[in-house]
């Protein structure tokens, strides 16, 4: 493609990578689990929160103290409005500054997020096509359907949005609902003490501005990479891959089963799916390099199985 520039994050991070990083020392692998177990520091006096790099704290900080519902509003109302079939939720639709919408193949829009470069440790952090590669590879080697492999290639895609100028956190970080109480299951819940939510009554109860059981797909999400890429693809994929692309940083309700009050009998039946897509996600990275322009025919196949050539971005 054409633009080629690099392109740099803004934020605390040396790369949205070093989010990713951090949540493997949150959530380990099973088989890393095992081998800590093992060793003569056992897991369980390990401290997450002491080890957490201060980058990665700093950006925690900002991320839980400006996801607020009006930024989120904000947010869907610059992002989703102008894409077919969208219209956001929460607030009538407001003129985009943005201009006209950015049209581009699966592909097209692979390589520009790999225009974003990292900064942090250049012998561990892969591109960004690498790590949705490797992914990939992880849930075909397994002989998963098709269109679960195709979800695995896509599902950072919605990293773009920092390309569209937007900081580190309001792209990555552990989603969850805002307008509600927050759950003691986010990570580094205190910095949420700094959300000018806080101040709002009614978005301190347990339900909030929803109605328990109402279904996530009422409930307003932090702003980032899982919903925007969620409502550019959602013509096009079954219910399972939508439901994983929605909501693989939601780890407070994936991981610690967080507002479980808010989910109706549709987000019990596909959360199973988020769950199963999560360790692809989280523990294929490896310092083997894949084969890009090797996978590429197979993937274009794969794209073109499911998706027209452009799509509104
Ligand atoms: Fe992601
Ligand atoms: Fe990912």
């Known amino acids: 493609m054409a633009d080629l520039e690099r392109h740099n994050v803004t934020g605390p991070l040396g790369g949205l990578d070093e989010w990713e990083d951090d ?7 099973p088989a890393e689990v095992l081998e800590a177990d093992k060793s003569s520091m056992p897991r369980a006096f390990r401290d997450y929160r002491a080890e957490t790099r201060p980058q990665v704290k700093e950006f925690y900080r900002l991320h839980h103290r400006h996801q607020t519902v009006d930024f989120v509003r904000a947010k869907r109302d610059e992002y989703l409005s102008g894409l077919p079939g ?9 003129a985009t500054d943005r201009g006209p919408r950015r049209q581009m193949g699966i592909w097209e829009a692979l390589e520009f997020l790999n225009t974003l470069v990292d900064d ?3 012998d561990t952090s892969l591109a960004q096509i690498e790590h949705c590669l490797q992914t990939a590879e992880a849930i075909r080697d397994d002989g998963r359907p098709r269109w679960f492999i195709l979800t695995g290639l896509i599902h950072d895609l919605g990293k773009i949005l920092c390309l569209f100028g937007e900081p580190q956190w309001a792209v990555v970080g552990d989603t969850f609902p805002v307008g509600c109480a927050w759950s003691d299951a986010i990570v580094f819940q205190e910095f949420l003490a700094e959300n000018a939510d806080a ?11 929803y109605a328990a059981g109402c279904g996530l797909d009422n409930v307003l999400m932090t702003w980032g990479h899982d919903e925007y890429l969620y409502h550019v693809v959602r013509d096009y994929l079954p219910r399972e891959a939508l439901y994983m692309i929605r909501y693989h940083s ?4 994936h991981r610690e089963g967080a507002y479980a009050h808010l989910m109706n009998d549709a ?13 692809y996600d989280l523990y294929t990275k490896s310092a083997e390099r894949p ?9 274009e196949d794969l794209v073109a199985e499911f998706f027209p050539p452009t799509l509104v971005w």
């Not at 939601?250 to 309700?253: A, K, V």
Request: proline content about 14%; some cysteine; overall charge positive.
């Open 291 to 299: 084969d890009v322009a090797a996978l590429r025919p197979y993937y």
């Open 267 to 279: 987000d019990r039946q596909y959360f199973p799916w988020v769950k199963a897509f999560s360790p």
């Open 23 to 29: 949540l493997r020392r949150r959530y380990p692998s």
């Open 199 to 209: 101040g709002v009554p009614d978005y301190q109860t347990r339900c909030g501005i």
């Open 250 to 253: 939601f780890y407070p309700g």
């Open 120 to 122: 942090s440790d250049p």
């Open 86 to 94: 969208c219209s956001p939720a929460g607030g009538e639709t407001a």
